[in-house]
């Protein structure tokens, strides 16, 4: 998802779909954003996603914003949570 430059925003284990033999795929792009060619970060600062997997400076001002790096966060929250 990352190598496409698109921060999902919203990654929690309600969306990782597992298939039988394993694999598992992201899914729910609801409130993912596709990032311009140098951003680092979403534009919008209305932060949307389900609180117990977003990053700590999600919450910290008004003008947070969803990164590669919140995303990152949320999967680590992910594998702990499995």
Known sequence: ???NRVVHGDI????VLVADDGTAR???FGV???LEEHS???QQS????TCR???PELFDDDDARHTFQS????FGCLILEV
């Open 71 to 74: 995303d990152l966060w949320a």
């Open 1 to 3: 998802v990352h190598s």
């Open 26 to 28: 992201v899914c729910d």
């Open 53 to 55: 997997w977003m990053a």
């Open 40 to 42: 680092t970060s979403t």
């Open 32 to 34: 993912s954003v596709m």
């Open 12 to 15: 929690k284990g309600g969306n």
């Open 46 to 49: 209305s932060i949307k996603g």
